[in-house]
């Protein structure tokens, strides 16, 4: 039986390249999921993640009632939807498991990686479109290492390693396929150009659904217009003659969906009143933030040592301290530098411009929060000196006469990017847990009151009631007016039963704070135990008046007006508090023995049955045989 003969198959230089290039971006994907590995084993830190996934039932599923509040809600200040709807597919399939909502993050930020790889590649080939075939790994291996400068930076492991921060990899893809598109929709002039150029507006608009942080995406796409596109000339001047008119025009279509995604973020800051009013944290003070911030992110790029997961504005924030000085002149110093040499390296001003349009608005000019910088803020404003340190590397290679230079060129690139990820690996242990991660920004900065403040409430959740004093008192040294501290320290002095001092800090709490109705329902609560009933009948009212729904403060008052033997009054408080909390048992007992004294026995045995039957499910909600996970 005859057999055909068949022909070998026979590799191009075509094939060789398109094979590097994937095998480029398995390396890249690979050390990006070792470099972040020990995140598996974090758990959710007190830190937004509590009141993001362990107090929140609202996002845990994919049902219409979860998807409508996904869409709707600025919960904790950021209009999310996208990473809320990942989250719930999280829920799905790991439940409460802390590992595979990091594992997500994880995967999201790889896909980043690989997704910049080839972004950079583009970027390159523009940048250099005459590079002879046989030198097209060399492309390959600078696109990876741009990629690899970007993905396994320590400045990334806040996106990555916190599971509240998971709208940073899910609205960096998206943002990252928007550039792409673009890129492709402006290298490849034909009739695709069209699908590319409508496929990057439906990414970007997916983006500001992941998170806000895209806003600024129009001046990217100007920036690459100049630079490396060369579709636009750099004088502005210039802009408003045809052709160029029409290239403005197309970014219309990218600032109509940002405006108001913009409006929403702004609403959703002033919802859990983030943003500082200019009387609180004046117009000199958001100038002199902005300069630090600027030269903080460079330093922290070329260094990325000492990384803290909170650099806290202290109380006596001034231009003349010497590390805002430093950071302020580094800033400085650089812009100055990038004009000076703008025509000789047009990529450095180019790169300097994008990562100040996309840190725009969290520089601190709109001022939120307690921090002067965050690490989190540079995952998508670093990518312009990532791309940057790739085409460093290709001009060295590509222009050395020597092959000893080629050579020590990429033995640095592999140096660079192994210290990255052995930095990485360490700093993605800071977030193993709270205790670990607020020790850790402590280390850093022993003047952190809020640090001070949550290691506090951890240690006391821990039973270390004189360790959490000590960092009580440590905090209010540095902040006296802090509120919660106050009440909190007062509430660990009435458990160890110092009344007196509890009530010191309760007192304190309220001048600090009037309206702070925690703080007047403890102090009716200390006084009803030390059987000053007035007092605590005051103090319960006025917490009624600053929070009218909260059962538990209903109940106090309630108590307190039965040992007053005003129980009319009493009676009316408790039933409002098992109106505002069904399941609350101790109001209805409470209510019972009113309604019993009042000699209304069949209301009273109907309120003990019901308070029975909360006890006996109470009971089987936390029996070791139960199948319930708490």
Not at 60 to 85: D, E, K
Not at 203 to 220: D, E, N, Q, W
Not at 271 to 285: D, M, N, P
Not at 564 to 577: D, K, M, S, V
Request: hydrophobic letters at 50%; a positive charge; aromatic letters at 12%.
């Amino acid at each position: 039986m005859s057999q055909k003969k068949r022909n070998p198959r026979v590799f191009t230089e075509s094939d060789t390249a398109y094979a590097d290039r994937w095998i480029a971006s398995i390396v890249v994907l690979t050390l990006t999921l070792v470099s972040f590995g020990p995140i598996l084993w974090n758990q959710f830190v007190e830190w937004d993640d509590y009141e993001n996934y362990l107090s929140n039932v609202n996002y845990r599923g994919l049902g219409w009632a979860q998807l409508s509040w996904m869409f709707t809600t600025v919960h904790m200040g950021p209009y999310q939807p996208l990473s809320w709807v990942t989250l719930g597919l999280d829920y799905l399939i790991w439940g409460m498991n802390p590992t595979g909502y990091h594992l997500t993050s994880l995967l999201f930020h790889a896909a980043n990686a690989v997704f910049f790889y080839f972004i950079s590649r583009r970027m390159l080939e523009i940048l250099w479109p005459q590079a002879p075939n046989q030198a097209r790994w060399k492309h390959s291996t600078a696109a990876a290492f741009a990629a690899l400068f970007f993905s396994v930076h320590p400045l990334r492991v806040e996106s990555v390693a916190w599971a509240t921060e998971r709208r940073d990899v899910v609205s960096g893809f998206f943002y990252l396929a928007t550039v792409y598109c673009y890129l492709r929709a402006n290298t490849n002039l034909d009739s695709q150009s069209r699908r590319w150029f409508a496929a990057a507006l439906t990414c970007y608009i997916l983006s500001l659904l992941g998170k806000a942080t895209a806003i600024a995406l129009p001046i990217v796409l100007l920036i690459l217009d100049i630079f490396p596109l060369r579709r636009l000339d750099g004088d502005p001047r210039t802009w408003w003659i045809t052709p160029s008119r029409e290239i403005l025009r197309e970014k219309l279509l990218f600032v109509l969906p940002a405006i108001p995604f913009a409006l929403i973020a702004f609403l959703g800051q002033q919802h859990v009143y983030a943003i500082k009013s200019l009387e609180t944290f004046g117009f000199e003070s958001r100038v002199v933030q902005a300069l630090f911030a600027a030269g903080f992110y460079i330093w922290k790029t070329i260094i990325p040592v000492n990384l803290s997961p909170l650099y806290e504005i202290p109380p006596d924030f001034s231009f003349w301290d010497p590390v805002v000085l430093s950071g302020a002149a580094l800033a400085t110093g650089f812009s100055v530098t990038v004009l000076v040499f703008r025509r000789r390296w047009p990529a450095g001003l180019a790169s300097w411009i994008y990562s100040l349009a996309m840190l725009g608005p969290v520089l601190g000019l709109v001022s939120t929060g307690p921090q002067l910088a965050a690490d989190r803020y540079t995952y998508l404003s670093f990518l312009s000196w990532a791309v940057l340190a790739g085409a460093g590397l290709l001009f060295i290679t590509r222009s050395a006469v020597r092959a000893h230079t080629v050579f020590a060129a990429y033995v640095t690139a592999t140096i660079i990017v192994m210290v990255f990820s052995v930095l990485t690996w360490r700093q993605t242990m800071v977030w193993r847990d709270t205790g670990t991660l607020w020790s850790h920004v402590l280390k850093l900065n022993a003047n952190s009151s809020i640090a001070h403040y949550n290691l506090a409430r951890f240690l006391a959740s821990h039973g270390e009631r004189e360790k959490a004093m000590a960092h009580y008192r440590k905090g209010l040294n540095i902040r006296p007016d802090d509120a919660e501290a106050h009440n909190n320290l007062g509430l660990l002095l009435a458990l160890n039963g110092q009344t007196a001092e509890s009530l010191k800090e309760f007192e304190a709490a309220v001048q600090s704070d009037p309206g702070y109705a925690k703080a007047f329902f403890n102090l009716g609560r200390v006084h009803a135990i030390s059987g000053e009933l007035d007092k605590a009948v005051e103090n319960y009212q006025q917490a009624v008046k600053l929070d009218p729904t909260q059962a538990e403060i209903r109940l106090g008052l309630g108590n307190a007006l039965a040992r007053q033997g005003r129980l009319e009054a009493a009676a009316a408080q408790l039933e409002l508090a098992t109106k505002l909390e069904p399941a609350l048992a101790d109001a209805r007992v409470a209510w019972a023995r009113i309604l019993e004294a009042q000699g209304k026995k069949i209301e009273a045995e109907r309120q003990y049955e019901e308070a029975l039957q909360l006890l006996k499910a109470h009971r089987a909600l936390v029996s070791p045989k139960s199948e319930v996970i708490q």
